[in-house]
């Protein structure tokens, strides 16, 4: 199916009510579907920033501790963005972007955004309102790791999942220590605590599929 940068727009929340000759505007200005095999960087640190868009796959952001150990900050899915401060400030990337599999990214460049903002303001300020809804989330991810316990981490992970995608029966996409590192614990104490949950009865696993019930 012939890809329509778009629709590919469309995906990102804060494009997705923006008047139809403002989308194909900002599509003029943005690249899309460029490829990305799995374990690829789209993204190091120090190398120019701009918006990125999942159109497909999956990716993660981490940065890496005194000891050279990684350190996830999230969890790219399909449709999210990364990079939406890089569009106003001149500066360099400070982390890195790793395909997770392979991976189809769509982008725009800060100079020529910026160009765009001045004859589309009202962009700015869905971008406005989207940082904040960032932010909360961001909170919730460090409140989530810094409170709970390893159990209770990943359930509310599996209930984030199930209300994003609307369905109580979903495949996980990401392999257990990319999972284990986003929420902060070892791969074994993810698997030892998710194996206690379907003791539990509050899920089922069969292989990458997990049930809530």
């Known amino acids: 199916m012939k890809h329509n940068p778009e629709k590919c727009l469309t995906k990102v929340e804060i494009f ?24 690829r960087l789209i993204r190091s640190m120090g190398e120019a920033g701009g918006l990125l868009v999942i159109d497909r796959g999956c990716a993660k952001v981490f940065n890496l501790d005194e000891e050279g150990n990684e350190v996830v900050l999230n969890i790219l899915q399909e449709g999210e963005i990364e990079g939406e401060g890089d569009l106003f400030r001149d500066s360099k990337s400070n982390t890195f972007i790793e395909a997770l599999e392979d991976t189809q990214i769509c982008g725009i460049d800060r100079n020529k955004f910026q160009i765009f903002l001045k004859e589309n303001p009202e962009v700015a300020l869905k971008l406005l309102n989207n940082f904040g809804q960032k932010i909360v989330q961001t909170q919730r991810h460090e409140l989530l790791k810094s409170v709970l316990d390893a ?16 369905k109580k029966e979903f495949s996980l996409r990401l392999k257990k220590k990319d999972i284990a590192a986003y929420l902060g614990m070892s791969p074994e104490t993810f698997s030892r605590k998710l194996k206690e949950l379907e003791k539990e009865g509050v899920i089922e696993v069969r292989g990458k599929k997990v049930k809530l019930r």
């Open 151 to 166: 159990k209770k981490r990943i359930w509310e992970y599996l209930k984030d999942i199930s209300i994003k995608s609307g």
């Open 16 to 39: 997705k009510t923006l008047p139809q000759e403002v989308k194909e505007k900002l599509s003029t200005i943005s690249t899309h579907q460029i490829l990305y095999k799995k374990g």
